[in-house]
């Protein structure tokens, strides 16, 4: 893997931590010392459920910061995904992007269980998701970045911004594009944030089409390496009976935090086509860049999950502090 030995990417990574820190570390009523006196403990509460699950499935880090990708993208960074239906309300989780994808809860339950047994009724669920979603990242060798805190639950849910907001697998880069500049994204966020597919793994559903049916023409994508394109195939099959089958998003090290998966859309072998389509027009610049400089990809992935944290979260006297995740009080 090529790797540039420049260190301005890291020197900029540690002077974005150090100005978030002069600044009082905090972005409009969120902060990082949110819970200093109410919760000391709270990272280090997280950061232990958190690992103990990652230890005992490492595919665990890419399903928690995907749960706080579909949540922040819908609502904003409310925990509104963490919602069960129930009787005249109905929650996020039967949404197509969704349903038999997003997992972790049980996850979020259990850290929601060790910190309401230490500071109980204080800490939003929102902000586990949060923290949730860093820990899963460092336990897998990845960056770390200063999470504010202090965002309230929401009384909520929107099924149909869930299925209309959340970029679908199939998306082009011109979609994508459109979905994180609406919640004020930049083309950096959306390519620093794919970096995030360097872990976990995705259904054939979810890439069956390219294989064998891309764009409806019959045919395989003309733009998948061929070697990959075989490998695939085997693993996921035209039948719907290898719908659930699991692939890794990145072939070169998936249960290690770097910028494989960079490398990977330089010789056409993204999983997803939201994946590979970033290897052309304008961002290919950035997958080139952080291909070939991994300190650069950690420090705009740091960036951008603090502008992701920071999607509409409720603040003040908004929302709610649930007692469980699942349900409003």
């Given at each position: 893997m090529a790797?540039?030995?420049s260190s301005s990417p890291f020197?900029?990574?540690?002077i974005f931590l150090f100005l978030v820190s002069m600044c009082g570390m905090a972005f409009g009523q969120l902060s990082t010392t949110f819970y200093a006196s109410t919760c000391p403990n709270l990272v280090q509460i997280v950061s232990g459920v958190v690992r103990r699950a990652v230890a005992s499935e490492p595919r665990m880090a890419a399903s928690l910061l995907r749960l706080h990708f579909h949540d922040c993208f819908v609502q904003g960074c409310d925990a509104s995904l963490l919602l069960d239906d129930a009787s005249g309300f109905t929650g996020?989780?039967?949404?197509l992007p969704n349903q038999n994808s997003v997992r972790?809860?049980?996850?979020?339950d259990n850290i929601k269980t060790a910190v309401e047994r230490q500071c109980p009724n204080v800490v939003s669920c929102a902000d586990i998701v949060t923290l949730a979603a860093r820990e899963g990242v460092t336990a897998l060798q990845g960056p770390s970045w200063p999470v504010v805190l202090g965002r309230r639950d929401s009384t909520t849910a929107s099924l149909s911004s869930a299925n209309n907001d959340i970029p679908a697998p199939t998306s082009s880069a011109s979609q994508l594009l459109s979905k994180f500049q609406a919640k004020g994204l930049s083309a950096q966020d959306l390519v620093a944030t794919s970096g995030g597919h360097t872990i976990g793994q995705a259904r054939c559903v979810t890439f069956r089409d390219r294989l064998y049916n891309f764009s409806s023409s019959g045919r395989p994508d003309p733009n998948l390496n061929a070697l990959f394109l075989s490998r695939l195939q085997q693993q996921c099959t035209q039948s719907s009976a290898s719908d659930n089958s699991l692939s890794p998003l990145d072939v070169r090290s998936?249960?290690?935090?770097?910028?494989?998966y960079f490398v990977n859309l330089q010789f056409n072998r993204g999983l997803l086509n939201s994946d590979q389509v970033l290897s052309a027009g304008s961002t290919q610049a950035l997958v080139n860049a952080?291909?070939?400089n991994n300190?650069?990809?950690?420090?705009?992935?740091?960036s951008a999950m603090v502008n992701m944290g920071?999607?509409?979260p409720l603040t003040g006297s908004a929302g709610e502090i649930r007692k469980s995740c699942r349900a409003r009080n």
């Open positions: 790797k540039s030995c020197q900029s990574l540690i996020e989780k039967s949404a972790g809860f049980n996850v979020i998936a249960n290690v935090f770097d910028n494989a952080y291909a070939g300190r650069r990809f950690f420090a705009d992935f740091a920071n999607i509409s």
